[in-house]
């Protein structure tokens, strides 16, 4: 699921406009139309203002404002027999930390 799904899904959830959004998190909503759309990124600082908002995962969200998983895809598709084999080598020396 994209950021914007994923935004579109809550701000659908709490019955609320893109108008009343854009309102509560000082946002402009033809740009918050946008970032639904996937024709846009939100800043860190607005992905967070989002998920507090919402009561998600701040963490969370701004990774999926960065468009990581998409990029991991990609990654993975490209080179289908090291992506795996790396990215546990990354996590692995991350979790040693």
């Known amino acids: ?17 893109l108008r009343e959004l854009a309102s509560r998190v000082g946002s402009n909503y033809a740009y918050l139309s ?18 507090r908002l919402f009561q998600v995962d701040e963490e969370e969200f701004v990774f999926l404002a960065r468009d990581i998983p998409s990029q991991i895809e990609e990654i993975k598709n490209k080179f289908p027999k090291m992506a795996p084999h790396y990215f546990r080598k990354v996590l692995e020396g991350e979790n040693k930390k």
């Not at 699921?1 to 406009?17: A, D, I, P, V, Y």
């Not at 946008?34 to 998920?51: D, N, V």
């Open 1 to 17: 699921m994209s950021f914007g799904q994923r935004l579109k899904e809550l701000r659908n959830r709490e019955g609320l406009t």
């Open 34 to 51: 946008q970032i639904e759309a996937g024709l846009g990124k939100p800043s860190e600082e607005l992905a967070r203002k989002l998920a």
